[in-house]
């Protein structure tokens, strides 16, 4: 398998839907993060955590929920979703917080919401 | 405060053509590492290489060679003979000191036309 698996690749949901996003990762990463990526917007860092506890929520919306029940999973649970909520979410993970070695992707899930 | 710019939004090449993508950093850090990320139409950020600042000497990897001027604040990169296949998004990125986290640049859209 890859470094970074994200599921689903495209997920289109209504606004009173409830779902959510999955990345794993097998690389014996410790830090794993959640971004963001709009049409014509640079990344966006939206969660950050570092052995599975939540260092870092970038004044996201709560309708964005992030779940890390270990080191090796992370989830972003939606609900209520917006309009311009529809991006690309991109998973990554690193060792020691990114430092040195920088980050592994995923590919991403490609969310529209209608 | 640390920052990223990466002043090119887009760029459009014929093949074969030599592109160079240009990167310009501030940070307070005498010690620090500099990476390029590639996104393609997929949406994986691909990693492409990472320069520690004591390292000035340029470096060549098949097509693609990096110019790392510390003088400047700049890191850039040059894709030598173009090939459609380096068509993607190119992203600079210098993790933060504080936090490890990385910073990334607005990103380069690059176009390159058969």
């Known amino acids: 398998e890859t470094g970074v698996t994200q599921t689903p690749r495209h997920l289109v949901m209504g606004m009173t839907n409830k779902k959510s996003l999955k990345c794993e990762q097998h690389?014996?990463?410790?830090?794993m993060y959640w971004y963001k990526q709009s049409a014509k917007k640079p990344l966006e860092l939206m969660f950050v955590?570092?052995?599975?506890?939540?260092?870092e929520n970038n004044s996201v919306p709560s309708r964005f929920s992030p779940e890390c029940p270990n080191s090796s999973h992370l989830f972003l649970h939606l609900h209520t979703l917006q309009p311009e909520d529809s991006a690309l979410y991109l998973c990554?993970?690193?060792?020691?917080?990114?430092?040195?070695?920088?980050?592994?992707f995923g590919s991403g899930t490609r969310l529209t919401v209608v | 405060a640390q920052k990223v710019t990466q002043a090119q939004t887009e760029i459009s090449v014929v093949e074969k053509e030599d592109v160079t993508l240009d990167c310009v950093y501030e940070?307070?850090?005498?010690?620090?590492?500099l990476f390029w990320y590639k996104q393609p139409p997929s949406g994986e950020l691909v990693f492409l290489i990472r320069?520690?600042?004591?390292?000035?000497q340029n470096e060549i990897s098949g097509r693609y060679s990096w110019n790392f001027q510390k003088s400047t604040s700049s890191f850039n990169f040059t894709i030598t003979a173009s090939q459609v296949v380096d068509s993607a998004v190119y992203f600079c990125?210098?993790?933060?000191?504080?936090?490890?986290?990385?910073?990334f640049g607005q990103g380069t859209t690059l176009q390159v036309k058969p």
């Open positions: 955590y570092s052995l599975e506890e939540r260092v």
């Open positions: 990125a210098l993790p933060s000191s504080n936090t490890g986290k990385l910073i």
């Open positions: 940070t307070r850090d005498t010690t620090y590492y």
């Open positions: 990554a993970s690193s060792q020691d917080r990114g430092y040195n070695y920088g980050y592994t």
């Open positions: 690389l014996g990463h410790n830090a």
């Open positions: 320069r520690n600042s004591f390292d000035e």
